[in-house]
């Protein structure tokens, strides 16, 4: 489990690509401390479990499943990314909730300047923006970030200078492919409300869960 706040900005060493997967070896320092083989590092907002650690860095395994629904695949030597360590059970939760479970890849359509602010918005899909809410949380190549806007073709973040500084955001452009986590607690919440579109309808499987009932409980 992650909090979406971005410990350092590491590089990208080598990639090894297999037919279907690939090998990161990736450039850090304050990630690896206290950090085993075994243990997991978000990458641009994707749990990757450690494979080998090295006094500059540590490298792990990307599956099929991960290329395919992130934007690891476009990455090259060089690639500047966010890196952030699992939470500690005595950490505290500067972010939200970030499993590190890429739901999909947004591109960014525009970046301006609001005063000190720089706003980032982001076109999605609608399998994404389903999940996504003004004033809610998202998680951008694994920054938790509060969403300022949204609407049918994508939504805005409104970020603050420290934020830009301290994540690769600083090194974004208009039409950067972004790795998207939507808030887990909503698609919790409709998954217990609509569980007929994951599973066969019996008496025996039915929820008694309903929207009244949440409303009532003070959801």
Same mark, same amino acid.
């Given at each position: 489990?992650?909090? =979406?706040? @971005?410990?350092? %900005? /590491?590089? +990208?060493?080598? *990639?090894? $690509? ?6 990161? #070896? ?73 499993? =590190?479970? @890429?739901?999909? %890849? /947004?591109? +960014?359509?525009? *970046?301006? $300047? ?6 980032? #918005? ?98």
């Amino acid at each position: 489990m992650f909090t =979406g706040i @971005v410990e350092e %900005v /590491g590089a +990208i060493k080598n *990639i090894k $690509r297999g037919q279907h997967s690939a090998v990161l #070896t990736i450039q850090a320092k304050t990630v690896l401390e206290g950090t085993r083989i075994g243990d997991s590092i978000a990458v641009n907002g994707i749990c990757l479990t450690v494979t080998r650690l090295f006094p500059d860095g540590f490298s792990a395994d990307v599956m099929h499943e991960t290329l395919n629904r992130s934007s690891l695949a476009g990455l090259t030597a060089g690639s500047v990314v966010n890196l952030e360590r699992a939470m500690a059970a005595n950490g505290r939760f500067g972010g939200h909730i970030v499993a =590190g479970h @890429v739901d999909g %890849v /947004g591109h +960014i359509s525009d *970046i301006r $300047r609001d005063d000190t602010a720089v706003w980032y #918005t982001v076109h999605a899909g609608p399998e994404i923006l389903r999940y996504v809410v003004e004033k809610g949380s998202i998680t951008i190549d694994g920054i938790s970030l509060t969403v300022a806007a949204v609407d049918g073709e994508g939504f805005s973040v409104s970020t603050i200078p420290h934020t830009v500084a301290q994540t690769n955001l600083s090194q974004r452009r208009q039409g950067d492919p972004v790795n998207l986590e939507t808030d887990v607690v909503g698609k919790y919440i409709e998954k217990l409300l609509r569980p007929e579109e994951t599973k066969p309808h019996t008496p025996a499987n039915e929820s008694t869960l309903t929207k009244e009932m949440l409303l009532r409980c003070g959801f």
